[in-house]
């Protein structure tokens, strides 16, 4: 497949097991962030959303936590499978659908 | 529904031939977001389309344009291409609020562009 980053940082975790992938963002002013999934050969793909008044969201399987004090994101994965195995990017969005991308994360599920 | 669809998939070039990028957005979304993608640089905004005008644009020389017609589908084109402009070009869709958070990005699968 296509490969979309050559010096990612990897997180490898067992089947079954949580994942917590994080991300730190630039803009104090940023209102809303987004996570991304990214298999290869494919475009990104959403996963959830988080405005910038919440602290903490929840999804199916998933949870994003939004730390405004030191500018830090974190998307966790609960009994991660090996089709959660994909590049995860982390997005601030400022205006508009301009969207600011974190370096991204390689999440590798063990069977 | 039918998703982003984005062609050519793959194309090679050499340095200082011109390309143009085709996207057809998600039936009824408005706006079209362009995005650079490479190893170094990771994802980058180029440009976003919305009724036919450039609403915002990112951080890109001049050799980078779009234009986007009455059907919301756009295109972009790079002219004299350089080495460094070899990426995958991701293109999204949405239904065009201006606010941040107002939309979800759909992308597609991308356009892989070569420079040799």
């Known amino acids: 497949g296509e490969s979309v980053g050559l010096h990612l940082p990897t997180l490898s975790v067992q089947e079954g097991d949580n994942s917590i992938i994080n991300c730190a963002y630039s803009?104090?002013?940023?209102?809303?962030f987004i996570w991304y999934k990214q298999e290869s050969g494919k475009g990104p793909q959403f996963i959830i959303d988080?405005?910038?008044?919440?602290d903490k969201r929840q999804g199916q399987r998933v949870t994003v936590l939004l730390n405004k004090t030191v500018k830090h994101l974190s998307l966790q994965i609960a009994a991660t499978q090996p089709g959660d195995s994909a590049v995860y990017f982390c997005?601030?969005?400022?205006?508009?659908?301009?969207?600011?991308f974190g370096g991204g994360t390689r999440l590798m599920v063990k069977p | 529904k039918a998703g982003v669809t984005q062609t050519p998939r793959y194309l090679i070039k050499t340095r200082g031939q011109q390309v143009t990028l085709s996207c057809s957005p998600i039936?009824?979304?408005?706006?079209v977001s362009w995005y650079q993608q490479t190893p170094g640089q990771g994802l980058q905004f180029l440009f976003e389309y919305f009724s036919e005008t450039q609403r915002n644009k990112g951080n890109f020389p001049g050799r980078f344009s779009g234009r986007q017609f009455s059907n919301s589908r756009s295109e972009m084109n790079v002219s004299t291409l350089e080495l460094g402009d070899s990426a995958l070009y991701l293109c999204?869709?949405?239904?065009?609020?201006?606010?941040?958070?107002?939309?979800?990005?759909?992308f597609g699968a991308g356009s892989r562009l070569t420079v040799l």
């Open positions: 999204a869709s949405s239904p065009g609020g201006s606010r941040a958070g107002a939309n979800v990005l759909t």
């Open positions: 988080i405005r910038s008044n919440m």
């Open positions: 803009n104090s002013a940023s209102d809303y």
């Open positions: 039936s009824g979304h408005r706006s």
């Open positions: 997005a601030e969005n400022n205006a508009g659908n301009m969207l600011t």
